[in-house]
C-alpha cells in the first residue's frame, strides 16, 4: 500500500502536510475499556513540539489535542480513535522562493521525482510535522503499555561528536537537548548554539531503553522485533541507521566475547540488546539510532531548479540546528507502537 | 500474521525447519512471461551454501534446487512460483545434548518462552537454514531486476577487526570471505582459522551497493525504502545493526557537509546512500550491517538447562566460525526482493 | 488488523461515530496529479445525505466536505487524502433510553459482547452514518476511474416484494427510491409511506453495473474480483447477500445454458456477471445485493437490557422506513474503490 | 499482494497447478503445542478428492499428505505448516487440444487476457485442484476449533432445481452428493447422472452451519465477519452468490419480522444467520452458496480461438457433472480458516 500505515493488531495511518490544514492519526484496534484522555497525548505532544528552547525551532506550533472519535465517557471503545491537530503557526509564503528548487538535503528532488507534482510548503508530507501524529498514536500505546508494566525512555546519547560518559536518568527531560549527562547536555547546547549562528546543523545519536517486556515478544522470521523496530526507526525522516545492544562494536567481537551467558538467575550480560532470534529476552531492550545533521541550513550550497539551472541556494526559515531532543520523544512513540502491536500478536498467536 | 510473510506485491513466504524434511519458499507476484530457469535459482544457492571453503561449516547441502509451480515452459506464469530444497545432510541426533539446553546467543531460551515447544535440531526455524528460501526468492527478484537494468553487489568490508581499505570487485567472489580488497581478505581467512582451531568466532560489517535503480522508488512515510531495507537486513538472524551512506558517521557531521550538493550532471556527493525522503535518487544506494559473531562455538559458556539447573556447555557441531561470507548472498537476495516490489509499487502509484 | 481499513494499493480507513463530532476517512495511494474539488465529493456525499425525500431519515446532516490534506492546488500529490465531515444534526440525548437494552436487529448486543463497552447514541460506530467516510473516498476513486473510462450505475430492483420489470436508467436518480423502473418506483414509494405510518420497514434489493473495465482485473485465488466485491458489499451494514450475474439462479441453470459463448465478436451472454475465474472479462460487471429491513421500527418488540431483565421496546428516531435509495450510492463508492485499487494491482503485475 | 494468501492471524497460502508437478500450502500462525498428524488432514482431504462416486470426476488423485514442517514429535511448534500433495494422475495431453481456444465458462480467457501465457493443462492455476491445499489448511483449523468446541457442517441443500425438503444431518455423509435430505439425494443422483450422459452439468445450492462460537467474532467495518466469509466463498471457483441467514429472502420482509427478538433465554428466532453488525451473536451461524453448473461440458459450444477464429468445441475430460459434493469440504475449510482467524484478532483486539 502506499505507505501511510503502521502496525498489524495496532494499527495507525497518518495524513497532513507541513503547512496544510491539520496533520492527525487514526488508531485503530486499541484495547477497549482503558482510561484515555486528551491529558495523555497533549503531554506527549508537548514534548514534541517546537519552541521549547534555544536549539529548537522557533515555530509556533501549540499542537492542541482533539479527540473526534473512538473514546467514550473517557474509556476507549475499541473503534477507531481519531485525533486531529490543526497547523497554526503556517507561513507557507516562507517557502515561496524554494517551489522550483531542490534544497540539498531534503526531499524536494525525490518526491519530484517520483510524483511529478508536489506541496512545497515546509517540505508538505516529507516535513518532520509529519511525526506528529505518530506521537500522538504513540501515546496512545504507552498508555496502554503502562497496564503492562512496561516502560521506556529515549535520549541523546551524543551530539556534534561530545558523548554522554554518565547516565542520570533523572536528568533527561531537564536538559534543552534531552542528554543523559548533564555535563555532556550543557557543552552540545553550547555547540548547537554556535552552530546556529554560523547557520549550519549537526547530528547525534538517540538511544533508547525498553524494559518490563515479557520474553517471546517478535515473531520468528520477517517480523522479528528488531526487525519491525528498525524499520519505524528508519521510517523517522533524520534517521539513517540504527544498531541494537552490541550493535557495530559486535563486528569486532568474539563469539565468546558476544554470546550473553546465563545462570539461574537470568542473564549475565545484554551483548543482543534484549532480542535473540528477533524475540524479547525479558531483558532491557536497548538500541541506539544515527541522527543526520538537519538539512535546512542558511550556509549557501550548490543545487539545481527543476527546470535544471544550477543555483546557489540558502534554506532561511524557523528550522531545528539538532534535531536530537525533539526526535527523543518520536523514537519513544514508535517504539511503543512496535511493542504494544507485538503484546497483541503474541496474545492471538496463543490463543 | 505469524510473519513468514514478506513484501507487498512481490510476496515471498518461506517454510522449513533446519533438520526437518525440507526448507522453501512461495514468490507470489512475479511478472508473468519472464524466463526463469531452475539453474537461474541454482547459481545463488550455491554461494549460499555450506562446505564452499575453510571458513565456512563443513555440513554439506547441495540445495538442489525443485520449481514446482508457477513456470511454464521455461517462463513465469504469474502464479505462485514454488522452490522446494529438500535436506539431506541432516544430523537431528547431534544436537540431543542441547534438546534441554540454552545455547549462549542462540534463540533456544526465546522460543522456549515464546512457544513453550520447539524443535531443537540445528536450531529449527531458527537456522540461518531459513534464508535457503530466501535466496531462492531473491534469485527471481534478480532476474526480474535485471530487465530493469537493476545490479548490485555485497561484499563483506570487515572481520574480526581487519577492515577493506581498496575496493576490487571483481576480487569479491575470488576469495573465501568475498571481501572487496583481496589482502584484506587473506589475513581476514588466517585470523578465522586461527579462531576456529580456538572453537571461537567473529563478527563482521557487509556493505551492499544496487546500481542502476529510477529515483522514486520508496513510499514517503512508512514504508521508506531505506525502512524496508532496514527491516528485512534486521531480519536476518546474525545482523544487528545498519546503516546508509554516511550511517553512524553523520552523527559527527555538519548539516554542510552531510548534505549532497547538486550541479546540473546530478549529486555531486552520496552521504545519503541513495534514498533520501525515503525514496531513492537514483544515485548508488549503499547500506552497510553488522554482523555478529556466530553464537555456536566450542568455548565452554555459563548457562542454564530448561529445568533452570546451571550448566557449562561447549556447542560440537558444524558451524561458521564467520559468516560474513554466506550472509553476502542473503543480503543480497532480500535487497533485490525490497527493489523489485518497490519497482511493482511504484507502476501501481502512477497507474 | 482492527478492520477499518480496505484496500491494496488504493486504501482507506474512515474512523468516526454516528454523534460524535464528526466521521470521516483516509484515502492512500490515490494517484498524483489528478484534478480533484471538494465539490466532486460533495456531489456523491449529497445522494447518500439524509433527509432527501419523504421516504428517508429526517435527520439532517449537510456533509459539507473539507478536504485537509493530499490536494494540492487543485491536484492530488499521491499523499493521504484526509476528508472530514462534522457531524451537525446530533441528538445523543434521543438515545438515552436505550442505553441500557439491546434493540433487536441492531448491533447492540453484538458490540457489548465484543468489547464491554459501546458509545449506544445512535448505534455509534455501527451506524450507517460510517458510510459517509467510505462515499467520500468512493467519489475519489470514481474520478480515477473516469479517466480510465470505467462508469458505473447501481439502483433499485426491487423493494418490499415490488420488482422493477424495466430499465430506465436516466429514471435512477429522478425517484426518491432510486428504482430503475418509474412505474415500480411509484408503487414502492407508496408502500414505504403506509409501511412508515404504522413504524415498520422493508427490505429490497439493489443491483450495480459496472461498465468500461478492461478485461484482467482481479487476483486469480483468493482476491479474485467478485471475492472482494462480495467483501466490501457484505461490509455495508444492511447488506445480507451477494450474487454476481446469474447468481442464485445459476443453481437451477444446466451447464450448457449457464455457460457464456464466444464468437469473433466476442461473448454472446453474460451470465458470468463479467468476471471468470475471479477476473473481469471485459463485459458489464453485474451484481444485486439482498438489503435487510430497517431495524430501527417502532414497532413493540421483544428484547432484553443488559442487566438480563427483558423488557418490550420501542426505537423511535429519525429513521429509513427503507434504507435501499441511500445505500445506492454506497455501493457505487465500494465497487468503485474495488475496481480502482486492481486497476493499480494489474498495473504492479505487468510492471 | 499477488492473491494467493489468505487471513491474518492464521495466515495461509497456496500454490500449485492443475497438472503441474505438485499442489498445497503453508499455513503460518497455527497455535503452537497442538496435536497434529497427517491423519487429520488426510481425513478431509479424502472428502475433497476425485472418484469418490458415479457423480464426481473419475480423476484418481490419492492426495497423500505430506507435512514436511511445523510439527514437531506429533504437535505443532507455532512455525509455518508446510503440506505437500503430489499431483499422481497427470494427463497433461488430454489438454492439448485446447491449448489454443477459450472454454466457455472457463478462466482460459481471463488468464489469457490478464497474463498474456497460461497452463493450459486442466485448467492450471484456475482449477479446482487449487482447493487442495485449502483443505488441507482447513482441516488444520477444524483441530483448532474443536478445542474451542467450535464444530460445523455443510451439505448441499439444493441440485438441479430439487431441494432438500428435511435435514437429517447424519445422512449427510451417507450419499453421494452430500444432501441432508435422503429421498432428495436419490432423485440428485438420478439427475446428475442422466445429465452427465448427455455431457451436460448442473449446479446447486450449498448451505453451512458453525456452531459453538462465542459472540464478538469480527470486526466492526470492513471486516466484518459475514464480509469476510463472503470473500472466501466467492474465492472458490464455482460460486457466484452468497446469502445469511433470510438472506435474499430478507428483501421481502418487514422489520418487524427479520429483526430477531429477544428473550431472557437469548435470541428467539435467527433470521441474521448469527451475525449482526458483522460480529457473531453466538448463535448458529447460517449461510447458503449458489454453486453454478460446472463449465466443463461435453455439449458442442460456439468459442473462439486465441487467434480470434470461431469454432465449436466440445470439452472433453474427466469433469464433475455436479460439483456441489466436492464443494462442501471446501466451503468447511474456508469457513474453519476465517472462524480461527477472527478467534485470535478478538484474542489480540482484547489483550
Known amino acids: 500500500m502506499a505507505g501511510s500505515s503502521f502496525g498489524e493488531m495496532l494499527r495507525i495511518t497518518t495524513f497532513g502536510e507541513s503547512h496544510g490544514e491539520a496533520v492527525g492519526v487514526i488508531i485503530d484496534g486499541a484495547t477497549p ?17 517546537p519552541g521549547q528552547s534555544s536549539v529548537t525551532s522557533p515555530r509556533k506550533e501549540y499542537d492542541v489535542v482533539h479527540i473526534l472519535s473512538g473514546v467514550f465517557e473517557g474509556k476507549t471503545t475499541g473503534t477507531p480513535i481519531f485525533v486531529i491537530l490543526h497547523n497554526t503557526d503556517m507561513r507557507p509564503e516562507a517557502y515561496d522562493d524554494i517551489q522550483y528548487s531542490f534544497r540539498p538535503g531534503h526531499a524536494d528532488f525525490t518526491y519530484w521525482q517520483k510524483y511529478g507534482i508536489r506541496d512545497h510548503r515546509g517540505s508538505g508530507r516529507a516535513s518532520g510535522r509529519e511525526t506528529a501524529g ?3 498514536a504513540g501515546a496512545v500505546a504507552r498508555k496502554l503499555l503502562a497496564n503492562r508494566g512496561v516502560s521506556l525512555v529515549a535520549y541523546t546519547k551524543e551530539i556534534g561528536g561530545i558523548r554522554c560518559e554518565s547516565f542520570v536518568e533523572s536528568e533527561i527531560e531537564r536538559n534543552a537537548v534531552r542528554a543523559c549527562d548533564p555535563e555532556a547536555a550543557a557543552e552540545m547546547i553550547r555547540k548547537i548554539e554556535a552552530l546556529a549562528l554560523k547557520g549550519d546543523s549537526c547530528g547525534g545519536i538517540v538511544e533508547c531503553r525498553i524494559r518490563g517486556v515479557v520474553p517471546g515478544l517478535g515473531e520468528p522470521v520477517f517480523d522479528k522485533l528488531d526487525a519491525e523496530l528498525a524499520k519505524v526507526m528508519l521510517s523517522i525522516g533524520a534517521i539513517k541507521g540504527i544498531e541494537f545492544g552490541a550493535g557495530f562494536a ?6 565468546s566475547e558476544h554470546n550473553d551467558p546465563m545462570d539461574a538467575s537470568g542473564f549475565l550480560s545484554n551483548h543482543s540488546g534484549g532480542i535473540v532470534g528477533g524475540i524479547s529476552t525479558g531483558q532491557e531492550i536497548v538500541f541506539r539510532v544515527a541522527v543526520k545533521p538537519t538539512s535546512s541550513i ?10 535544471g539551472e544550477e543555483q546557489t541556494i540558502v534554506t532561511e526559515g524557523r528550522h531545528d540546528p539538532c534535531i536530537c531532543p525533539r526526535i527523543v520523544p518520536v523514537v519513544e512513540a514508535m517504539a511503543c507502537l512496535v511493542i504494544e502491536d507485538h503484546y497483541k500478536r503474541l496474545a492471538a498467536m496463543r490463543d
Chains 1, 2, 3, 4 share one sequence.
Open 250 to 255: 559486535a563486528a569486532g567481537m568474539l563469539g
Open 298 to 307: 542558511s550556509v549557501p550550497q550548490r543545487t539545481v531548479r527543476i527546470t
Open 33 to 49: 475499556g482503558v482510561e484515555l484522555s486528551e491529558s495523555d497525548i497533549q503531554t506527549q505532544m508537548d514534548r514534541r513540539k
Open 134 to 136: 505518530r506521537v500522538a
